[in-house]
């Protein structure tokens, strides 16, 4: 396998995709010694077929505003790969939803659920529907009109949609109600994140966030580095950064600045519970403004408009927000003021100019498939309750999820340490994520 022969047949036949290119290229220049070692792989085409998604649904979404107008979306549904098990990944409402970024989504998702040791296979969903500014019931009958045309190509062992950005708990039980509704029957393992009295895992909202903070935890220790007293800075104030804010509190980290598209809210005490508590206050109002902490809590956060989290001297940088948020720019920015450690917690939460600058200059950095993956391991858990008509208390949840990310976390260092005994995170999770994929596929056939 030659990675530039590859991204030079795919950038031909998808010019313009630029995020599922990004995705693929990344992976590809990790794997490549490694797939070279198997001739095998080579002959069954294994990369080839593995870069393509199995099959990608589109169709219309028409729903109905509170003015009575008639508004059109687009939805989609991109089933990648289910060589280990059912597709399995998120739904994204937000005006950027692009065919392009649900391929790079479900792409990145094959190998992050293959690292989670759970049977479940890659996919990516959403709709350019913007739920910013949108009322309760709007979201309500557009969630609706979503699922009655997604409901036939979903399943509890076909195809497992979950949230993601724009898609909580709300959103969740809209969708889940027009499912039972069409389908006729009351079966919960159709979609993961639901509500606690209907079939939800304990620790889901959390899971991602809380996830993220016990691989970082694992990879400072395996640096020989403690994250107590650590100053911590993150984007974004939704549901993955309010869980890590809180698992990074608990194990004695200082979150220092948290951002939004608006600017950026300085907390040079450290954040609260009370603070973290009103997260979920800003991410339920819609208004996608973080200046609203700082007038919250005026004597506590000090807001800069148009600034990053970056610009704020911390020793650990957590990207919980978007791809591509984290500039080479912003990178040096942080090498600047101190930082040490980059783990990403949004999917290709940094531009592959920062990750290599990262990579070095002596910072400590891993990648979103690795990091983030506690959240899609949690809702695997809460398909495992489903199938079996439990609920696991949540202690038995935090055991496995803390055990999975022990596991991802041991599977990044045996196959990306390097001859100096450092860890390149990064390869480690694409080798081990894709040697698992790979060997289904190649012992499933040529289909």
């Known amino acids: 396998m030659k990675t530039n022969d590859i991204m030079a047949r795919l950038r031909a036949k998808y010019p313009g995709e630029s995020e599922y290119l990004q995705a693929v290229q990344e992976v590809l220049e990790s794997i490549e010694e490694v797939y070279n070692q198997h001739p095998e792989f080579e002959k069954a085409k294994i990369v080839e077929r593995m870069v393509e998604p199995d099959r990608i649904f589109s169709f219309r979404v028409t729903w109905v505003d509170d003015k009575g107008e008639v508004q059109t979306n687009t939805g989609y549904r991109v089933q990648f790969n289910s060589a280990i098990g059912p597709y399995k990944g998120g739904l994204r409402f937000h005006r950027a939803v692009t065919p392009s970024m649900l391929k790079f989504l479900g792409f990145e998702q094959t190998f992050k659920n293959a690292l989670t040791t759970l049977p479940m296979g890659g996919a990516k969903g959403g709709s350019d529907f913007d739920p910013k500014g949108k009322t309760d019931e709007e979201i309500m009958r557009f969630c609706q009109a979503f699922m009655w045309e997604l409901w036939q190509c979903i399943g509890p062992d076909q195809d497992v949609p979950a949230g993601d950005v724009g898609v909580g708990g709300r959103e969740i039980g809209y969708l889940y109600g027009m499912y039972k509704k069409l389908a006729r029957q009351y079966n919960t393992g159709v979609l993961t994140g639901k509500g606690a009295t209907w079939g939800g895992s304990i620790l889901r909202p959390e899971a991602t966030g809380f996830g993220a903070l016990y691989f970082t935890q694992d990879l400072l220790h395996h640096a020989g580095k403690d994250i107590k007293g650590c100053k911590v800075a993150l984007s974004g104030f939704g549901n993955v950064a309010w869980g890590a804010s809180t698992k990074a509190l608990e194990l004695g980290a200082k979150v220092v600045a948290i951002s939004g598209p608006d600017g950026v809210c300085e907390i040079p005490d450290g954040i609260t519970p009370e603070m973290i508590d009103y997260m979920l206050v800003m991410r339920a109002s819609n208004r996608d403004r973080v200046e609203d902490m700082a007038t919250r809590f005026p004597d506590k956060a000090r807001f800069t408009p148009g600034k990053k989290a970056w610009s704020v001297p911390c020793d650990i940088a957590l990207p919980c927000a978007f791809q591509n948020e984290l500039s080479e720019d912003d990178a040096k920015e942080l090498k600047a003021n101190g930082c040490w450690c980059c783990c990403e917690v949004s999917n290709m939460g940094c531009q592959p100019g920062a990750i290599h600058f990262f990579q070095h200059n002596g ?74 994929v790979a060997q289904a596929m190649l012992e499933q056939g040529t289909v």
Do not use: R
Not at 405 to 433: L, R
């Open 363 to 436: 910072i400590l950095f891993a990648p979103g498939k690795a990091v983030n993956a506690g959240g899609v391991a949690t809702s695997g858990l809460e398909m495992t309750q489903n199938a079996e008509h439990i609920s696991w208390s949540g202690k038995e949840v935090d055991e496995k999820l803390h055990f999975i990310m022990k596991s991802i976390h041991e599977q990044c260092v045996k196959f990306g340490t390097q001859p100096d005994g450092s860890v390149d995170y990064v390869k480690g999770a694409n080798i081990a994520g894709f040697m698992k």
